[in-house]
Nanobody
Framework: VQLAESGGGLVQFGGSLRLSCASSGRGGDITAMGWYRQAPGKEREFVASIRTVNGYINYADSAKGRFTISRDAAKNTVHLQMNSLKADDTAVYYC?????????????????WGQGTQVTVSS
């Protein structure tokens, strides 16, 4: 499975951006997709996720009320609408997919990551 992000860029404080992540390829069933971010000098942190089977959505506290994750199943794409952006949101945003692979030995969970897209919020 390959993931390709788009939509990052430079935005002013209080502005909005919409990130997109398109999945392609084979290698298992995608059971969840989501977004992580990594700011300079900090560890990668969870932002939001959506499960493909039941649509269950989870947000980090920092994203609640400002970010919205959605999925277009027909296009194998997930979006992250980010509103009311702040300087603390400046980071490289990575698309993530949880992949379930079933073999004769059982089920295995794998992770796929995109290359990342830079989001910079100017004050």
């Amino acid at each position: 499975v390959q993931l390709a992000e788009s939509g990052g860029g430079l935005v002013q404080f209080g502005g909005s951006l919409r990130l997109s992540c398109a999945s392609s390829g084979r290698g298992g069933d995608i059971t969840a997709m989501g977004w992580y971010r990594q700011a300079p000098g900090k560890e990668r942190e969870f932002v939001a996720s959506i499960r493909t089977v039941n649509g269950y959505i989870n947000y980090a506290d920092s994203a609640k009320g400002r970010f919205t994750i959605s999925r277009d199943a027909a296009k194998n794409t997930v979006h992250l609408q980010m509103n009311s952006l702040k300087a603390d949101d400046t980071a490289v945003y990575y698309c993530h997919a949880e992949i379930t692979v079933t073999t004769i030995e059982g089920r295995h969970l794998l992770d796929a990551w995109g290359q990342g897209t830079q989001v910079t919020v100017s004050s």
